[in-house]
T-cell receptor, first 116, second 113 residues
Framework: GAVVSQHPSWVICKSGTSVKIECRSL??????MFWYRQFPKQSLMLMAT?????????EQGVEKDKFLINHASLTLSTLTVTSAHPEDSSFYIC????????????FGPGTRLLVL | SQKIEQNSEALNIQEGKTATLTCNYT??????LQWYRQDPGRGPVFLLL?????KEKRKERLKVTFDTTLKQSLFHITASQPADSATYLC????????????FGTGTLLAVQP
């Protein structure tokens, strides 16, 4: 149980285009979803926290107009990287939490983004 | 600001030995401490959670200790196997409605056959 999927698993795009990444909780309802970014040989850095039906809370230094987050249902959150640039190339990972399952976050497999 | 440090270098051990990984933190009072495993190109996988009022937690070959006075957690893998080779991350949180996790730098464990 507590499986989280992400789509796509990898994406290559041209500079200036927008990319949408989906995060789904497959067998539980996620009241809260989190988006992280991980650069090579570094740890996960939280970008934003989203609760179903409300606006996302962004961490300091993360541009909310560049990284659009939508948590439209209890099983789906999307992250859209708008006008992507090469410096946005990274590994994006989502996680989901349902309080009835405890304090643990369940992570997706990640999406590798390469902006040319 | 809060800081979470793990063994900064890779840890190499022989198969069958016990691996011990360290997580130290400052400027933070976590209610929960969690350990995750991450394989290359994959998302983290939850291993164990320990609460601030717990000293030790075990699960199969895994053991976690939590010392809130020393601000330190130790993560042990007994009878290690090459399949245990991965990066191990500790993460702290205060719980609550959103339960934001703060991750440590991670330790790369390599178990030699």
């Amino acid at each position: 149980g507590a499986v989280v999927s992400q789509h796509p698993s990898w994406v290559i795009c041209k500079s200036g285009t927008s990319v949408k990444i989906e995060c789904r909780s497959l067998d539980f309802q996620a009241t809260t979803m989190f988006w992280y970014r991980q650069f090579p040989k570094q740890s996960l850095m939280l970008m934003a926290t989203s609760n179903e039906g409300s606006k996302a809370t962004y961490e300091q230094g993360v541009e909310k107009d560049k990284f659009l987050i939508n948590h439209a249902s209890l099983t789906l959150s999307t992250l859209t990287v708008t006008s992507a640039h090469p410096e946005d190339s990274s590994f994006y990972i989502c996680s989901a939490r349902e309080p009835e399952l405890g304090e643990t976050q369940y992570f997706g497999p990640g999406t590798r983004l390469l902006v040319l | 600001s809060q800081k979470i440090e793990q063994n900064s270098e890779a840890l190499n051990i022989q198969e069958g030995k016990t691996a011990t990984l360290t997580c130290n933190y400052t400027n933070y009072s976590p209610a929960y401490l969690q350990w995750y495993r991450q394989d290359p190109g994959r998302g983290p996988v939850f291993l164990l959670l320990i609460r601030e009022n717990e000293k030790e937690k075990r699960k199969e070959r895994l053991k976690v200790t939590f010392d809130t006075t020393l601000k330190q957690s130790l993560f042990h893998i007994t009878a290690s196997q090459p399949a245990d080779s991965a990066t191990y991350l500790c993460a702290l949180s205060r719980g609550g409605a959103t339960n934001k996790l703060i991750f440590g730098t991670g330790t790369l464990l390599a178990v030699q056959p």
